[in-house]
């Protein structure tokens, strides 16, 4: 079945929704949110997507090291609480932000993270869902983001095979009839290397869902490769600044390297085309280039074809070569001047 969000159909031969992820890195600025979701919309994001969430929907206060994050991403040292303290975007500011949005064409979802946030995106009247890969596991919340009836997209980053399958099966027992599954990698930043981009096909056909990428890399050819292999779906962070820090910023794409993504995606589109045979459009002229019988040297009528006087040569204006063997031997039925493209009237 093909799954509608907002504005964009998705299925095959459809473009890709390509989602700039603004995460936290608008460094609680209002105006700066604003800004990104405009210059997303102008270097071509189909969509914009935020995270609804507090501090403490998500986490508790607490210091000990169970709550400290440790080595291996760019928020090494810091307690969870203090991470999501200077991540999260306020909720006021979201309907806002869907209005801005909208005027600019595309549209604005979120990722929730609780029930509170399932209900408050609710009332924004936001056109799907998105499930965090670390919500994978959170069965309540999937259960109650189904029940919405709305499209939802969920990340697989860390996920097992039973994983996936029991968060599927739960959206779609609750009443989700339009599921995507993005490959993701939950490493921040994450490189190249780390995809494993064979899976996107394989989720498609284990799963009969939309597929896509969640990606954290700051390359812009694993999108592209994703796309090739089968992808819907396109999420990447953005930054107006990697500079000006930000959260995400260490892996988020800039302004120029998003369009530039946009439009590369759009040429592997057109590339990859439909499963079609034959000469295409713009290939008529190089037909000349095929091979053919031509008759190679000066014949008289009644003089034999043998391989001397017959060979398969360019250009494909003659009989086609699957007749050589059929045409030697025969007798001319006209003299025949060299170069001349072989055909039917020429035997006797």
Known sequence: MEMKIGRHSIGPDLP????????????????LAVEMVRVAAEVGADAVKLQTYTPDT?????DNESFRIGEGTVWAGKTLYELYGE??????????LKEVANEAGIDLFSTPFDQTAVDFLERMGVPCFKIASFEIVDIPLIRAVAATGKPLIISTGMATIEEIEEAVDTAREGGCGQICLLKCTSAYPASPEMMNLRAIPDLAERFQVEVGLSDHTLDIEVPLTAVALGARVIEKHFTLDRSAGGPDSGFSLEPEEF???????????QALGSVTYGPGEGEEASRIFRRSLFVVADM?????????????????????TRHLDEIIGREASVDISRGTPLSWEHLA
């Open 300 to 320: 008289a009528a009644g003089e034999s074809f043998t391989g001397e006087n017959v060979r398969s040569i360019r250009p494909g204006i003659g009989l086609h």
């Open 16 to 31: 890709a929704l390509l989602i700039a992820e603004l995460s936290g890195n608008h460094n609680h600025d209002f105006d």
């Open 58 to 62: 998500l986490t508790i206060d607490c």
């Open 87 to 96: 991540a999260w975007t306020p909720w006021e500011w979201q309907p806002k």
């Open 259 to 269: 369009r530039e993504m946009v439009e590369r995606v759009r040429l592997v589109e």
